[in-house]
């Protein structure tokens, strides 16, 4: 749908340009947010890089296995399904930490991993199994401790406060990850009896 709608906007603009004779201001305006995206880009990369070398560290030593054991009784009560599949249990730690760190980027390999690992487990492979539902929900809420590509993109347009939206975003987040959660957790009691 927004490959349509996109080159429609930008057609439109050309045309409202030329006819209104503004030519030379979408001219300038074209050259001017060149800037403003390549500066955001960079922003977010370097972002990006840094959070995510962070996890790859975190992966490749005890701390991921110490905060497995710490999130594993959550783990459990949100993914009964996972209850024997060590690998389920620690891409669903990752997401589940990925995502409260705000690098949402580096959860979804984790998430995908723990989705195939759940379907493998799973006596149905055509549907969606409760684990795996819990999963996509919580991935959607996702708690968020330190939203860092808002921070970031606020950042690179000079918002005199960048991190001053943590406490709203913790807010939403967690009322909204409480609410996904016992919203599946019903539907899933309600859909066995």
């Keep these: 749908m927004l490959n349509y709608l996109w080159p429609i ?3 439109i603009s050309f045309v409202f340009a030329i006819i209104s004779g503004n030519i030379e201001n979408l001219n300038s305006s074209i050259f001017e947010s060149i800037d403003s995206v390549i500066s955001l880009s960079m922003t977010l990369v370097g972002t990006m890089c840094l959070w995510c070398g ?3 560290v975190v992966k490749n030593t005890s701390i991921m296995s110490k905060l497995t054991k710490l999130l594993k009784p959550v783990i459990l009560w949100l993914f009964p399904d996972a209850k024997y599949n060590k690998e389920a249990l620690d891409n669903i730690s990752i997401n589940v930490v990925s995502n409260i760190l705000g690098l ?6 984790a998430g995908i991993k723990a989705l195939e690992s759940l379907k493998e487990s799973s006596n149905d492979k055509l549907s969606l199994s409760d684990s795996m539902m819990m999963l996509i929900v919580l991935n959607t809420t996702s708690i968020e401790l330190i939203p860092t590509t808002v921070i970031a993109i606020r950042q690179s347009l000079n918002s005199q406060n960048p991190a001053s939206i943590i406490i709203p975003i913790w807010i939403s987040t967690i009322i909204g990850t409480i609410v996904g959660i016992l919203s599946t957790k019903f539907l899933i009691k309600r859909s066995k009896n």
């Design 54 to 56: 962070i996890m790859e």
């Design 9 to 11: 906007f930008i057609i």
């Design 104 to 109: 949402g980027n580096a959860a979804t390999p």
